[in-house]
């Protein structure tokens, strides 16, 4: 019989993805929207028809935030998907909330299966992968992580803190039988790519032969699709182990299997403000920042 997979924030950038991918792989999909007018936009009306086709019931409309709706979506499946994020300009916490929620409809008996699994998007800079983001890229590192996109990480690293059990609550919501089932999820920069380019996975800690570019939205929900398979999700469980927290949650850092262009920085004051695109060549990308 086929897995069900429960998808959070399927129509966001890599939810849309994830949801096309695992109606491919022929999974039962259970999705949890706010809107299904934007879900078929996104991922198309034949696509939202297939998941109704098995049970209508399988497409809930609600909020992370709900423990009713959530449970709902949560309920009797192999593996829940996390792909909630913050939108562009918010300052509402998010993804900390949401994934308590999930976290605690896993330990609701008779809600999920014994063996539900949980994989949740974070970011590479998140935790112990900022030397990672740091060697990635200078600008997502001392610019736009603590100037432009603070809030976002914010919200992740108190998400990722709460699964660690390292968010000084006394946190003893995760033993080590639920925490081998949970695995963050930490791609880099996201770019819009209608093509595949494949991923790399590596261990937190890994600061060799990495790739400095963005990571196509496309190649992170087939990662996550990835993972709907027990055994690919144990596999990558056992490369991060070395890393794991002691309640058994891990997490993985992705590269784009894709080479990219280098970058170039060029300076004329020490107190950034605006960042100027340059010049474009076949191999190097300049950029200038001004005053």
Partial sequence: MPQTVAIIGATG???SFVVTQCLEK???VKVLVRDQAKLESKIGVANVAKIAKIDKNNIIIGDVKDMVTLEKVVFDTDIILSCIGVPSGSKE???EPGTKNIIQAMKKAGCCKPTCRLALISSIGVNRSYPQMCKMSWLFAYILVPYVIANLFKDLKLAED???GSDNNDNNDIDSNLGERIL???????ADKKVMSGYVTKAEDDLFNLN????GRIDVGMMMCDLVDMSNFHKIKEKCKGTASANGVS???LNSAEKTKSLFFC???DHVKVLTFLEMSNDVTIFVVSA
């Avoid at 963050?184 to 996201?190: C, E």
């Avoid at 400095?212 to 990571?215: S, V």
């Fill in 251 to 253: 997490a993985v850092s």
């Fill in 184 to 190: 963050i999820v930490r791609p880099p920069g996201l």
């Fill in 13 to 15: 950038g890599i939810g």
């Fill in 212 to 215: 400095t570019g963005d990571i």
């Fill in 26 to 28: 022929g999974y039962i």
């Fill in 162 to 164: 709460y699964c660690f």
């Fill in 93 to 95: 916490m998010i993804v």
């Fill in 267 to 269: 300076f004329d004051s």
